[in-house]
């Protein structure tokens, strides 16, 4: 995911890169769907399949909502892991430079150098940005939108 991060950093506004990050990070959460549905398929693997239909259903949609809901944990913990890189951003810009205070410290180098290319107002807006993005996820908005249109929004906020 850090790679996504700083392809967004390092695009100088180019939409076609910024499309090509979103749906980098897009094809991650796709992935992280796919090894949810197969972890809980093998835990459900064991059910009888000759069980009542009504009792299978039943099953099935204890699946599914068990997949959604990881699924939108995990979602969570992914941008919850962008929030952070973006407060690094910001810490770097308030701290002057000074890593002692960042979450990705084996990035402190990438982090303190795009960080220059940041307005202390463009790095709190990033942060609101992702809120966003947050709030339109939970509002099951399409994953591809939300997440092109919010690289965009943080790409340009580089100078």
């Excluded at 950093?9 to 499309?19: A, R, T």
């Excluded at 809980?40 to 599914?64: G, M, V």
């Excluded at 979450?103 to 303190?112: G, H, L, R, S």
């Excluded at 990033?126 to 249109?149: G, P, T």
Aim: with cysteine.
């Amino acid at each position: 995911m850090i790679c996504i991060l700083k392809s967004i950093v390092l695009s100088n506004g180019d939409i076609v890169k910024i499309v090509m990050a979103s749906r980098d990070f897009v094809q991650l959460l796709k992935n992280v769907r796919e090894q949810l549905e197969q972890k809980i398929e093998a835990e459900y693997s064991d059910f009888d399949d000759n069980i009542d239909p009504d009792a299978r259903k039943e099953l099935d949609n204890l699946q599914k909502a068990r997949i959604e809901a990881q699924y939108r944990e995990e979602c969570s913990n992914i941008l919850n892991a962008m929030l952070n890189w973006f407060r690094d951003l910001m810490m770097a810009i308030v701290f002057q430079g000074d890593t002692s205070h960042l979450f990705y410290k084996n990035e402190a180098d990438f982090i303190v150098d795009a960080s220059k290319r940041l307005t202390f107002s463009n790095a709190i807006a990033n942060l609101s940005a992702i809120e966003d993005a947050r709030y339109q996820l939970e509002q099951y908005l399409q994953e591809q939108n939300v997440f092109e249109r919010l690289f965009v929004k943080l790409a340009r906020s580089f100078r």
